[in-house]
């Protein structure tokens, strides 16, 4: 049966304190799933960070919650993006070693799903990513985006205040495939009432098995 671990893994800064939800059955790939901003609340027991994993674990996917650096029980200080994907390396790192030879995979919420794109689309370990609410406002410069050749899942909502879903499917019509963009209607940044209709795209999206795509 499904079960969680809590545990401490070794981050760049110090303890990284962090929670494991491994699926019912053997796990066929392993993601670490990041939570948003630090200094904006965001911790790794956010709804839309627990429901992500959730929806992984349904599809046989080990999922991996952590805090980043300075939040909760983590050691260290905030370090404006720099340092925390550090940290999703970390994470990865952890996951490598728990689970050796499965495929991995990166995403996250708000600030967590720039900080989970960045570092897997710059690690070779990862081999899809995906970004819940992904900040387009807050992002000067997404070019690292179109370069990023993994399978990528988007997964906005229609009112996202800090980046509509009209103009998230317009960042990702011009991104190589393959990707997929899912507009949630009605939904705001957090996905507030419309919670599981964002755990079922990625479900659905981990059901196909991303990380098979070449």
């Not at 011009?174 to 997929?180: A, F, G, H, T, Y």
Request: proline share 7%; charged share 20%; net charge negative.
């Amino acid at each position: 049966m499904s079960s969680n671990e809590t545990f401490d893994l070794a981050g760049p800064a110090g303890r990284l304190e962090a929670i494991l939800m491994l699926p019912d059955q053997p796990p066929q790939a392993a993601a670490v799933v990041c939570h948003a901003h630090p200094l904006q609340g965001g911790v790794m027991h956010f709804k839309v960070v627990f429901r992500a994993a959730k929806a992984l674990q349904a599809e046989n996917v080990a999922a991996l919650r952590f805090n980043f650096r300075g939040v909760g029980r983590s050691e260290g200080v905030h370090d404006e993006g720099r340092g925390e994907q550090e940290d999703v390396r970390a994470g990865l790192d952890e996951l490598s070693r728990r689970f050796p030879g499965l495929p991995l995979l990166a995403g996250g919420f708000s600030f967590g799903s720039v900080m989970a794109l960045r570092a897997g689309c710059a690690d070779a370990r990862a081999r899809a990513v995906f970004a819940l609410g992904f900040p387009m406002q807050m992002v000067t410069d997404p070019s690292f985006l179109d370069t990023c050749a993994r399978p990528r899942l988007f997964v906005q909502g229609a009112n996202d205040e800090f980046g509509p879903g009209p103009a998230l499917r317009d960042l990702v019509a011009r991104l190589p495939e393959p990707k997929q963009a899912v507009i949630v209607p009605d939904a705001d940044h957090f996905f507030s009432g419309h919670l599981e209709e964002m755990q079922e795209a990625v479900r659905a999206w981990a059901a196909t098995r991303p990380w098979e795509t070449r």
